[in-house]
């Protein structure tokens, strides 16, 4: 699988704050569209944002803001898995598992 960049946690991190106002933008369209107001492309330029920066939205319901950053820990590619509801970026998962696969980052690694 092939990606436009591979984040180290450092990077990762240092584009939270963004990724968060970003991914509050996402939930905050989302939640006026439940409502019957228009967002739809709106919606659709915060997701692409985020994918410019290398990074995946992954929530469709649109309830948590889920955002995955292709990288690697311990030679292999995986994603850093953050939720909106966490304050700091702890977690990555295998790509082929998903969410459900989420680890604790290694205090070690060298992303």
Same mark, same amino acid.
């Given at each position: ?7 180290? *946690? ?7 704050? /963004?990724?968060? *106002? ?24 915060? *997701? ?17 803001? /889920? ?12 994603? /850093? ?18 969410? *459900? ?11």
């Amino acid at each position: 699988m092939e990606f436009k960049r591979l984040f180290t *946690q450092r990077e990762a991190e240092s584009a939270l704050p /963004l990724v968060r *106002q970003i991914v509050a933008d996402v939930l905050e369209t989302a939640r006026r569209i439940r409502e019957g107001e228009e967002g739809s492309a709106e919606l659709a330029g915060l *997701q692409a944002e985020l994918e410019e920066m290398g990074c995946f939205y992954k929530d469709w319901n649109f309830s948590v803001g /889920l955002v995955d950053f292709p990288a690697e820990v311990d030679g292999e590619t995986v994603f /850093l898995c953050w939720r909106s509801d966490e304050n700091e970026l702890a977690w990555y998962h295998p790509i082929e598992e998903g969410y *459900q696969g989420r680890r604790p980052l290694p205090r070690t690694s060298p992303v």
